[in-house]
């Protein structure tokens, strides 16, 4: 592992209401923390869509303006524009070197775009990506299945406890969340077409 590395972005969306947040670490695949507050969470759309990154963090940029230019090209069609960026990052030669992984989301929709051409769109609507992922994402599956928190208080509680968990996740946290009355809706993402 080479290069700076943004660590951990975990998603939980329910009832219209979609959540994303990520710590603040980055790191050289030495393990030597760089930055404590960066931020590894995006409004895109005008603040219609979240994404966040976790992985190398100039390849995660480069894709985020690859997601960005898909979801204007597709009218804010979230699964549509994560399909095509799936399918241009795996087939476009510069592209497919690039290490990272994105979640994406609305208020409808959540899926994870990996660096294989894969979209997936999780069933329980909670999505993690980097180091501290697997933390994260159990510990947000716990709080969704026997709790009552909203999305927000979820993502922030789960990465609190990835922190305490891995390495390379601190406790500097950015959450962003949009919900369906924030103007997303039907009229920028028609029903189905999720992915994987």
């Given at each position: 592992m080479t290069g700076y590395h943004g660590t951990t972005v975990l998603a939980v969306l329910g009832d219209g209401h979609l959540a994303i947040g990520g710590d603040g670490q980055v790191s050289t695949g030495e393990g030597t923390?760089?930055?404590?507050?960066?931020?590894?969470?995006?409004?895109?759309r005008g603040g219609k869509v979240l994404a966040g990154f976790a992985g190398a963090v100039a390849d995660a940029i480069t894709l985020l303006e690859?997601?960005?230019?898909?979801l204007e090209a597709y009218q804010g069609n979230v699964p549509r524009?994560?399909?095509?960026?799936?399918?241009?990052?795996?087939?476009?030669?510069?592209l497919h070197r690039l290490e990272a992984q994105i979640l994406v989301g609305d208020s409808r929709?959540?899926?994870v775009?990996?660096?294989?051409?894969?979209?997936?769109?999780?069933?329980?609507?909670?999505?993690?990506v980097g180091s501290g992922g697997a933390y994260a994402l159990a510990a947000a599956r716990a709080?969704?299945?026997?709790?009552?928190?909203?999305?927000?208080?979820?993502?922030?509680?789960?990465?609190?406890?990835a922190a305490e968990i891995c390495v390379y996740t601190n406790d500097t946290i950015t959450i962003e969340e949009v919900t369906a009355d924030d103007g997303?809706?039907?009229a920028d993402a028609p029903p189905g077409g999720g992915g994987a």
């Open positions: 923390i760089l930055k404590h507050g960066a931020r590894k969470v995006r409004r895109l690859a997601l960005e230019a898909k524009a994560a399909v095509e960026l799936g399918r241009q990052w795996r087939t476009d030669r510069t929709h959540l899926l775009i990996s660096g294989s051409g894969e979209v997936i769109e999780p069933d329980d609507g909670v999505a993690a709080l969704v299945r026997h709790g009552s928190m909203n999305p927000g208080a979820v993502v922030d509680a789960a990465l609190r406890i997303v809706g039907a």
